[in-house]
């Protein structure tokens, strides 16, 4: 597979600091893959974000060490119209994207910018806007939109770029579980039908596993603690030992005592729960359920 996101030896320091943000980056992404970046709050995630989609160095001065390259390009060679050509960036916050009154006019942005005639661009959005599903809201204000019809707006105004990376920076922060699946089914369909280069910065684990993803990178520090499939990470006790939440049917696998098998763990509804039942009911029974309230008397 072709290498398309390279990181060796890298380091980020913002002007404003004094200490790297990001130290000693070693990490490929490759053409294809659908990754998932993690971490706690103040890991580096953003940041390393801002360097795959050119915010790092266009947008953000600093001081750069080792080499970032997307898609070949030299990120602090190369200009901000190589690196937006290349990915397309979907924000937490939707609203700080739109540029259109309408859905419409937002989607066909790019299109203006390259002058595109009126004639050829309005098939254009159309088919972008029927990708995510939102053809049928082209002439709708999009800040009256919901927080998931925001993100397949933003989404769609960057397809027809065809860009070879897609990032998604936390899509399930302002979204509730069931949106959070239709945006993760969403993402997983254009993975597979456009074969895009997926990567999602976000904590939500358990809801961005409801789909398949090839691997999740741990980031800590500043650092890259672990680069491991779902499988590999679920084993370990990674995630709970730096400040991220497993999925909660881990921790309670864990919790009653059976010894995790790195083997299609990843997704709670294709996983085979036969090896865990009776460990899982024998825990539960054990289990003191009633609590003793202690009263004390109102004075």
Do not use: W
């Given at each position: ?112 910018n390259d002058n595109m005639p009126r004639v050829e661009m309005l098939p254009r959005v159309y088919e972008s806007a029927k ?169």
């Amino acid at each position: 597979m072709k290498p398309v996101i390279e990181f060796k030896d890298f380091s980020f320091r913002y002007k404003s600091q004094t200490e790297d943000t990001l130290k000693h980056i070693d990490l490929t992404i490759y053409e294809g893959e659908k990754v998932l970046i993690t971490g706690p709050s103040g890991c580096g995630k953003s940041t390393l974000s801002s360097c795959i989609n050119g915010l790092i160095p266009f947008s953000f001065d600093g001081e750069i060490k080792g080499s970032c390259k997307i898609d070949g390009f030299e990120v602090k060679d190369a200009s901000i119209f190589q690196m937006s050509s290349r990915v397309g960036t979907v924000l937490q916050d939707s609203d700080a994207q739109f540029v259109g009154l309408s859905v419409g006019e937002d989607i066909a942005y790019a299109l203006e910018n390259d002058n595109m005639p009126r004639v050829e661009m309005l098939p254009r959005v159309y088919e972008s806007a029927k990708i995510v599903d939102m053809h049928n809201f082209l002439e709708q204000v999009p800040y009256d939109l919901s927080g998931g019809q925001k993100q397949r707006v933003a989404l769609a105004g960057i397809m027809h770029d065809d860009v070879k990376i897609l990032l998604f920076d936390e899509p399930l922060a302002a979204l509730d579980p069931m949106m959070g699946n239709f945006a993760i089914d969403l993402i997983d369909r254009i993975h597979t039908d456009y074969n895009k280069t997926i990567v999602i910065i976000e904590h939500r684990i358990e809801d961005v596993l409801y789909r398949n993803i090839d691997r999740i990178i741990l980031m800590k520090d500043g650092t890259i603690l672990a680069d491991m499939t779902p499988d590999e990470l679920l084993v370990s006790d990674l995630l709970k030992e730096n400040g991220v939440r497993e999925p909660l049917y881990i921790t309670a696998l864990k919790n009653a005592g059976c010894k995790l098998e790195s083997h299609d763990i990843s997704n709670v509804f294709d996983m085979d729960l036969t090896p865990y039942k009776d460990k899982v009911i024998s825990n539960f029974n054990q289990a003191n359920l009633h609590h003793e309230v202690e009263k004390n008397e109102v004075i």
